[in-house]
Nanobody
Framework: QVQLMESGGDSVQTGGSLRLSCEAS?????MGWFRQATGKEGEGFAS????????VYADSVKDRFTISQDIEKNTMTLQMETRQPEDTAMYYC????????????????WGQGTQVTVSS
C-alpha cells in the first residue's frame, strides 16, 4: 500500500491561485483529491487515472481547479484558480485501484491532509 503526503496548503485571500501536491511512495492506479470543511459533508472533487490521464471533476470546482500528474515522480498536483471562501477545508490526497467514469477514483489509501483557508 502506498504512502501519500500532501503539501502546499496555506491561508490565502479570495482569488488568485494555489497549488497543492501529493507525493506517493510508489506507482498508483488512480488518485484523487477529497476535502472536508468543518461542519460540512466531505467532498471528493477531482480524480485522475494514471494510465490515460482520464480526469473527473465535481461541478463545484470544474473550470477552476485542474488536476495533473507526473507519473515518473509518482506525484499529483492540484492547481486551484479563483479561490473562494467556500474552498476552505482540509484537503486530502487519495489513491485507489478502482475507477468510475462518473465518480473518478475510489480511494482506499489516504494522506494526512493539508489545510487550505480562503478569506475574503
Amino acid at each position: 500500500q502506498v504512502q501519500l503526503m500532501e503539501s502546499g496548503g496555506d491561508s490565502v485571500q479570495t482569488g488568485g491561485s494555489l497549488r497543492l501536491s501529493c507525493e506517493a511512495s510508489g506507482p498508483t492506479y488512480c488518485m484523487g483529491w477529497f476535502r472536508q470543511a468543518t461542519g460540512k459533508e466531505g467532498e471528493g472533487f477531482a480524480s485522475i487515472k494514471t494510465r490515460g490521464g482520464w480526469t473527473v471533476y465535481a461541478d463545484s470546482v470544474k473550470d477552476r481547479f485542474t488536476i495533473s500528474q507526473d507519473i515518473e515522480k509518482n506525484t499529483m498536483t492540484l492547481q486551484m484558480e479563483t479561490r473562494q471562501p467556500e474552498d476552505t477545508a482540509m484537503y486530502y490526497c487519495a489513491a485507489g485501484n478502482k475507477w468510475n467514469s462518473r465518480r473518478g477514483c475510489d480511494g482506499d489509501t489516504w494522506g494526512q491532509g493539508t489545510q487550505v483557508t480562503v478569506s475574503s
